[in-house]
């Protein structure tokens, strides 16, 4: 699987838009990106995922760039239940299978 | 829909000792996955399941895991010969189709002592 960079912690206020980045430079045109979260003891959390176009869902928004070389989870109005770490995932479903490859993810802080 | 369910929440064994674990994924979901996480870490892929067929394992799945889901509804891990490096969360997930994200369940922490 491509790999994929993440900072390793960021810090938002809570109820201010939170701008998630991943840089995967080496991405290939059949990997999607994913995003999924992890609260302390439990386990991941589906986010969102999307291909080439920018994505909305209930949870999050997901830009990605016309390159594909890097994208943005975006979290509209952070709460302090949003303080998680998140995980971006380039996933091949053609050669890798249905396997999700986790690398580090950002730890996000909520500051109240 | 009650979520991917996991049991036990906790185990602790002694080394050298046997252990199983279960996973009940959505119902509706044919594909069934097994991870592991250690302290710090993001978690790693243990093996797929596409209804009762085991489609891929990880390397790190030794000769001591094993892994079935024999009607294709839930699925067991079992590890021989528990060692302490052995001590981890076992998080297992479903999907649905290929490309959809997974749900994963709350997962089973394994104390090795």
Not at chain 2, 69 to 85: D, N, V
Request: hydrophobic letters at 30%.
């Amino acid at each position: 699987d491509a790999k994929t960079t993440q900072p390793n912690s960021m810090e938002s206020n809570e109820e201010e838009p939170v701008h998630l980045p991943c840089n995967h430079s080496t991405i290939s045109g059949t990997d999607y990106i994913h995003w999924y979260r992890q609260l302390p003891s439990q386990g991941p959390e589906y986010v969102i995922h999307g291909l080439t176009s920018n994505v909305n869902n209930r949870m999050a928004s997901l830009a990605i760039a016309e390159d594909r070389k890097s994208s943005t989870l975006i979290l509209h109005r952070a709460t302090l239940r949003d303080a998680a770490v998140y995980y971006c995932i380039l996933r091949d479903v053609q050669t890798s299978g249905s396997r999700l490859t986790f690398g580090e993810g950002t730890q996000l802080t909520v500051n109240p | 829909d009650t979520g991917v369910s996991q049991d036990p929440r906790h185990k602790i064994t002694k080394r050298g000792q046997n252990v199983t674990f279960r996973c009940d994924p959505i119902s509706e979901h044919n594909r069934l996955y097994w991870y592991r996480q250690t302290l710090g870490q993001g978690p790693e892929f243990l093996t797929y399941f596409q209804n009762e067929a085991q489609l891929e394992k990880s390397r790190l799945l030794s000769d001591r895991f094993s892994a079935e889901r024999p009607k294709g509804s839930f699925s067991t891990l079992e590890i021989q010969r528990t060692e302490q490096g052995d001590s981890a969360m076992y998080l297992c997930a479903s999907s649905l189709a290929r490309v959809d994200g997974y749900t994963f369940g709350s997962g089973t922490r394994l104390t090795v002592v």
